[in-house]
């Protein structure tokens, strides 16, 4: 169930692959979930970063344990919102299908296509069963012209600048299936519907993240180039790109700090 100590932290971090665990978290305290749609992805994690209160969620698991379409996005979403989170920056590795986004490339898109199948879309669909039921039931429709918060990507990208990144602004992020990566043929379509970047986390956490009120964006990492394109013509070099995402979220963690100490600023906690 839900512990009583909620609301510890309004701003939430959705870490992605290579970032499993925040080290730079002080004061952790780990906090087990239940909610109406099952367990979250891991622990939520409490803590100080940069002095401010955040909330930290490994969306794969703790061990990278969960693939993509086997993510109980539902559950992490509403472990958040009722721990009183409002804003939610998600970490997410991905790959890059226009020329300027190369390996390395930091962005935050403000677009996205989704590819995905069979995944729980929705907190709209009745009940889901077992011991506790869904507390959102009926139908609702929401807005999604524009799938991230406007003012959560100014924030982050005044942050990459306070921490001298340079970072795409803008682009759009096509959510794939998953695990497997796309064929050459699949990026061509991707390319010709107006993709810039893909990976496979983005749907349905995005929309789910809109039901529930919260501010949400995406700060994305890109590991590689895409199936086909520059440097992966006939094959992607998976462990160069495994290296360089694991070297690369050193940046990612120094933009996270400046945006929590702007964010954080403003309930002066």
Same mark, same amino acid.
């Given at each position: 169930?839900?512990?009583? /100590? $909620?609301? #510890?932290?309004?701003?939430?971090? +959705?870490?992605?692959?290579?970032?499993?665990?925040? %080290?730079?978290? @002080?004061?952790?305290?780990?906090?087990?979930?239940?909610?109406?749609?099952?367990?979250?992805?891991?622990?939520?994690?409490?803590?100080?970063?940069?002095?401010?209160?955040?909330?930290?969620?490994?969306?794969?698991?703790?061990?990278?344990?969960?693939?993509?379409?086997?993510?109980?996005?539902?559950?992490?979403?509403?472990?958040?919102?009722?721990?009183?989170?409002?804003?939610?920056?998600?970490?997410?590795?991905?790959?890059?299908?226009?020329?300027?986004?190369?390996?390395?490339?930091?962005?935050?898109?403000?677009?996205?296509?989704?590819?995905?199948?069979?995944?729980?879309?929705?907190?709209?669909?009745?009940?889901?069963?077992?011991?506790? /039921? $869904?507390? #959102?039931?009926?139908?609702?429709? +929401?807005?999604?012209?524009?799938?991230?918060?406007? %003012?959560?990507? @100014?924030?982050?990208?005044?942050?990459?600048?306070?921490?001298?990144?340079?970072?795409?602004?803008?682009?759009?992020?096509?959510?794939?299936?998953?695990?497997?990566?796309?064929?050459?043929?699949?990026?061509?379509?991707?390319?010709?519907?107006?993709?810039?970047?893909?990976?496979?986390?983005?749907?349905?956490?995005?929309?789910?993240?809109?039901?529930?009120?919260?501010?949400?964006?995406?700060?994305?990492?890109?590991?590689?180039?895409?199936?086909?394109?520059?440097?992966?013509?006939?094959?992607?070099?998976?462990?160069?790109?495994?290296?360089?995402?694991?070297?690369?979220?050193?940046?990612?963690?120094?933009?996270?700090?400046?945006?929590?100490?702007?964010?954080?600023?403003?309930?002066?906690?």
């Amino acid at each position: 169930m839900i512990p009583p /100590d $909620a609301g #510890l932290a309004r701003l939430a971090i +959705i870490g992605g692959s290579s970032l499993d665990q925040l %080290a730079a978290l @002080a004061e952790p305290r780990r906090v087990e979930m239940v909610t109406p749609y099952g367990k979250p992805s891991a622990p939520l994690v409490f803590g100080k970063l940069n002095g401010r209160n955040v909330v930290f969620l490994a969306r794969h698991g703790e061990r990278h344990q969960y693939a993509p379409h086997g993510i109980n996005y539902r559950a992490n979403l509403w472990a958040l919102h009722a721990q009183g989170v409002t804003d939610v920056v998600a970490v997410a590795t991905v790959g890059g299908i226009r020329a300027g986004l190369q390996a390395g490339v930091l962005a935050v898109p403000d677009q996205i296509i989704d590819y995905t199948w069979g995944r729980a879309s929705t907190f709209f669909d009745g009940a889901v069963g077992g011991e506790l /039921d $869904a507390p #959102l039931t009926g139908v609702k429709h +929401i807005d999604f012209t524009q799938p991230y918060d406007s %003012a959560l990507r @100014a924030s982050l990208l005044r942050a990459a600048q306070c921490a001298g990144k340079t970072v795409h602004n803008g682009g759009t992020y096509a959510t794939t299936q998953g695990p497997r990566l796309e064929t050459a043929a699949e990026i061509q379509r991707l390319a010709r519907d107006g993709a810039h970047m893909l990976g496979m986390t983005g749907m349905p956490e995005a929309a789910l993240a809109r039901e529930l009120g919260l501010r949400y964006a995406h700060l994305a990492l890109v590991v590689n180039a895409a199936a086909g394109t520059a440097g992966s013509i006939r094959a992607i070099d998976l462990p160069a790109a495994e290296s360089l995402a694991r070297e690369a979220m050193a940046d990612v963690v120094r933009i996270l700090l400046e945006w929590v100490s702007v964010e954080g600023a403003v309930d002066g906690d």
